[in-house]
Nanobody
């Protein structure tokens, strides 16, 4: 099992930046994939970005170039740097940990990001 806790959300003006953090309760080397998802009001939850235990990254096509996922091994933390934010980025952002078939999947409680235009 793993617990993941997000932080860093808030209110930001359009064009601004935010960095979200996701702290895991175990070594992120032991987590197959960690990812960031978001869910806007009235929309389905969607993948934003993910990073594997080996460090490979994946992004939603529409967000490439503006968002960047990274990690700190020593802090067991994954980050999401978000730049040039627009109102369309307003959503609850969730951290996700995939431990594989036997380990299961875990979600954080979410952190609200609101971009004012």
């Amino acid at each position: 099992q793993v617990q993941v806790v997000e932080s860093g959300g808030g209110l930001v003006q359009a064009g601004g930046s935010l960095r979200l953090s996701c702290a895991a309760s175990r070594s992120i080397f032991s987590i197959n994939i960690m990812g960031w998802y978001r869910q806007a009001p009235g929309k389905q939850r969607e993948l934003v970005a993910s990073i594997t235990s080996g460090g490979s990254t994946n992004y939603a096509d529409s967000l490439k170039g503006r968002f960047a996922i990274s990690r700190s091994i020593g802090k067991n933390t994954v980050y999401l740097q978000m730049n040039s934010l627009t109102a369309d980025d307003t959503a609850v952002y969730y951290c996700h940990a995939d431990l594989g078939i036997r380990g299961g999947e875990y979600w954080g409680q979410g952190t609200q990001v609101t971009v004012s235009s």
